[in-house]
T-cell receptor, first 116, second 113 residues
Framework: GAVVSQHPSWVICKSGTSVKIECRSLDFQATTMFWYRQFPKQSLMLMAT?????????EQGVEKDKFLINHASLTLSTLTVTSAHPEDSSFYIC????????????FGNGTRLTVT | AQSVTQPDIHITVSEGASLELRCNYSYGATPYLFWYVQSPGQGLQLLLKYFSGDTLVQGIKGFEAEFKRSQSSFNLRKPSVHWSDAAEYFC???????????FGSGTRLLVRP
């Protein structure tokens, strides 16, 4: 079945550094990928919509200069957390919409980011 | 504003008992509806979805859900809960067919042996 892979599954970084998270669709092409963040014991909040070959669309309140999204191919989207701070510590999850559409969204297993 | 409500933060049931998790959503049109399950520290697994047609949908692991347009609800049910069903359950709604999902706050299911 359709698989979405996220890498890394967890990362610890120092405050002020940048971290890149990858989201790959392994056996299908995804024209659209979505990035969510989830704080402990809370629900998922959509951060941005990533479209292949175009700029990402950010939800209200999400800093586009802090959370850089690149969707350079039909199977890969990346989220870079720039100048990370402890308050950016969270669980980041991506999902992918197949190019063919009509299928449910598939989610990656998430990336646990801890900023020290 | 578009919103998804899961009124129960925690639910505890005994193993073998039946289960119903509630989900209500705002907005008048018929959206796409989903239920996902999440184990601690893990991603989301799709249990079932509703796009159109039969309002009672069957999913994996013995789960089913019923779409009730008049109540703007999409409740998840299982006739007999297993200990392995303990997890966090999220109802999600795509209000405009964009696959941009709005999630409910989640319901944590605890299963008593």
């Amino acid at each position: 079945g359709a698989v979405v892979s996220q890498h890394p599954s967890w990362v610890i970084c120092k405050s002020g550094t940048s971290v890149k998270i990858e989201c790959r669709s392994l056996d299908f092409q995804a024209t659209t990928m979505f990035w969510y963040r989830q704080f402990p014991k809370q629900s998922l909040m959509l951060m941005a919509t990533s479209n292949e070959g175009s700029k990402a669309t950010y939800e209200q309140g999400v800093e586009k200069d802090k959370f850089l999204i690149n969707h350079a191919s039909l199977t890969l989207s990346t989220l870079t957390v720039t100048s990370a701070h402890p308050e950016d510590s969270s669980f980041y999850i991506c999902s992918a919409r197949p190019r063919t559409g009509g299928s449910p969204l598939h989610f990656g297993n998430g990336t646990r980011l801890t900023v020290t | 504003a578009q919103s998804v409500t899961q009124p129960d933060i925690h639910i505890t049931v005994s193993e073998g008992a039946s289960l119903e998790l509630r989900c209500n959503y705002s907005y008048g049109a018929t959206p796409y509806l989903f239920w996902y399950v999440q184990s601690p520290g893990q991603g989301l697994q799709l249990l079932l979805k509703y796009f159109s047609g039969d309002t009672l949908v069957q999913g994996i692991k013995g789960f089913e859900a019923e779409f009730k347009r008049s109540q703007s609800s999409f409740n998840l049910r299982k006739p007999s809960v297993h200990w392995s069903d303990a997890a966090e359950y999220f109802c999600a709604v795509d209000f405009d067919s964009s696959y941009k999902l709005i999630f409910g706050s989640g319901t944590r299911l605890l299963v008593r042996p």
